[in-house]
């Protein structure tokens, strides 16, 4: 939890988010650290979960892709080396929670929490990132160095594949503590440093869609849509004096055709939830072994009435007419109504659900349940695992 007299999320929307770098010293009522390095250098070496190893050698620095062999730790010598793993949010609950805090700004925007841990004088070089970030010190202490906006001109160093400034100003520098967290807005140049030994930051990261993202999803998406009777007519077509005009009405007719069909905003709204909760496709596939029945849902809730979501999975809902509501999950869409849409407004705002004893009743309901159970997004709280 953030204690609001040192955070308050109002102020930070109306003057920083988006705008400039935020030094907040430590918001945390009862700061401690989620995860221990030791835990950290475990998922590093996991297949299906991206890691990333820098080591600092007398030239460049070396760029290594995980999964890491267990025994790459041994051999890594004294010079400072620093691993990063990226979305330790999905398999760690306890990491997953560091995001609740900053829920204040909608979850489609977040994208997950990568953790790193960096030996004295280890760091991922001078570098900007087209994202917004919140940098949580959890162990050790680490520099950062704060410099000027960058852009596509910055120019940067000659490395394959690391994007690092050739030219970095600083023009802030913050020692951070544990429990500290520095605000960065895309595009602003920085650089951490760890100070000592056993140095851990977490990543709060967001995303935003380029325009690029948007008009090559939608547009597929729109292509995919059958309708290729959808064609150009042109009854009550005029005689042309020169047939080699393309005329002025025929354009405007074919530009209607694609404004009107791109200017759907529901069809927009249902493929957007799609797009925006769909997992990327290095991701794990959490579903169970054994599928579910609602027969089986039905009678596993009279003894497991809370349902807990997957931390990996994406949840969001676009609000329709009335109570109804379109559910997306992971991809997923689900349209609700009425009960379901309680259920799927509740499992939107929190990371766990009780169903009421009206709500097992409800076949609409324990049919959301069942297909969200067997697609591996919520499980039973309690249930003994197999
Ligand atoms: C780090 O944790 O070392 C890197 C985070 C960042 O600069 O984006
Ligand atoms: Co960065």
């Known amino acids: 939890m953030l204690d609001p007299a040192r955070f308050d999320a109002q102020t930070f929307l109306r003057d920083y988010w988006q705008k400039k770098p935020l030094l907040i010293r430590n918001p945390w009522t009862d700061w401690h650290n989620p995860l221990e390095p030791d835990e950290l250098a475990g998922l590093g070496c996991e297949p299906g979960v991206e890691s990333r190893l820098i080591t600092h050698g007398a030239d460049m620095p070396a760029l290594e892709h995980g999964p890491l062999p267990e025994d790459r730790f041994d051999t890594l010598g004294k010079a400072p080396w620093t691993m990063l793993v990226q979305a330790v949010d999905h398999h760690v609950p306890a990491v997953a929670d560091l995001i609740q805090p900053f829920r204040f700004i909608p979850d489609w925007r977040i994208d997950d929490v990568m953790v790193s841990y960096a030996t004295d004088g280890g760091g991922v070089g001078a570098h900007f990132d087209q994202y917004d970030v919140f940098l949580v010190q959890g162990l050790g202490r680490r520099r950062w160095r704060v410099g000027g906006l960058c852009d596509d001109t910055t120019p940067l160093m000659p490395h394959d594949s690391l994007r690092l400034l050739a030219d970095f100003q600083p023009v802030e520098e913050y020692v951070l503590e544990p429990g500290d967290i520095l605000y960065m807005p895309p595009r ?18 967001f995303r935003a869609p380029s325009l690029g993202e948007l008009v090559d999803g939608w547009t597929e998406h729109l292509v995919d849509q059958p309708g290729d009777d959808d064609r150009y007519t042109d009854p009550g077509l005029a005689a042309q004096d020169n ?24 069809a927009f709204a249902r493929w957007f939830g799609e797009f925006s909760t769909s997992p990327k496709p290095s991701e794990i596939d959490w579903s169970p072994e054994e599928q579910f029945s609602p ?17 990996a999975s994406r949840f969001a809902f676009v609000a329709g007419e009335g109570d109804a509501v379109t559910l997306f999950v992971d991809g997923q869409v689900y349209e609700c109504d009425q009960h379901r849409a309680d259920a799927a407004r509740s499992l939107c705002a929190n990371r766990a659900l009780s169903i009421s004893a009206e709500q ?6 324990i049919d959301l349940l069942t297909g969200l159970l067997n697609n591996g997004c919520i499980a039973f709280e309690g249930e003994p695992e197999d």
């Open 360 to 365: 097992a009743r409800a076949d609409s309901v």
């Open 295 to 311: 027969e089986d849902v039905q009678a596993a809730l009279d003894h497991f009435p809370m349902l807990v979501r997957n931390p």
């Open 188 to 205: 602003y140049a920085h650089e951490g440093t760890a100070l000592g030994h056993d140095c851990m930051t977490y990543s709060i990261g």
């Open 243 to 266: 047939p080699g005009e393309i005329s002025e009405a025929a354009l405007a007719r074919m530009h209607r055709m694609i404004t009107e069909r791109m200017g759907d905003t529901q």
